[in-house]
């Protein structure tokens, strides 16, 4: 089981601190891969930011959520923006 099922069992369970405990190492590691590699998918960093928004919301956290969910967005807006560019010869 990885840390990220534990993050989602904890969160179905409503034992919101436990949950955010587990998807912050997650979160924490899906980091430190993207460093490493920046090519790779992002999908799974922007979900686990949606994760701990959502646990963060649920607990009435309103604006640590908010940073989350900012985040995942701003990861998505550049993967697109790469995309694009890259669409259209890399000149951006």
């Known amino acids: 089981m990885t ?6 069992y904890y ?3 409503q034992k919101h601190n436990q949950a955010i405990k587990y998807l912050k190492q997650v979160l924490s590691i ?3 891969m993207l460093e490493i590699n ?6 799974e960093v922007c979900q686990t930011n949606v994760n701990i928004c ?4 649920e607990m009435g956290k309103h604006e640590i959520a ?4 900012e985040e995942a967005v701003r990861i998505l807006d550049r993967e697109y923006e790469g995309r694009v560019r890259e669409g259209f010869g890399g000149d951006g």
Do not use: W
């Not at 908010?66 to 969910?69: G, S």
């Open 3 to 8: 840390f990220n099922n534990l993050g989602v």
């Open 11 to 13: 969160k179905m369970l």
């Open 30 to 32: 899906e980091q430190e």
């Open 38 to 43: 920046p090519e790779i998918d992002v999908t």
């Open 54 to 57: 959502t646990i963060y919301s």
């Open 66 to 69: 908010l940073k989350y969910v």
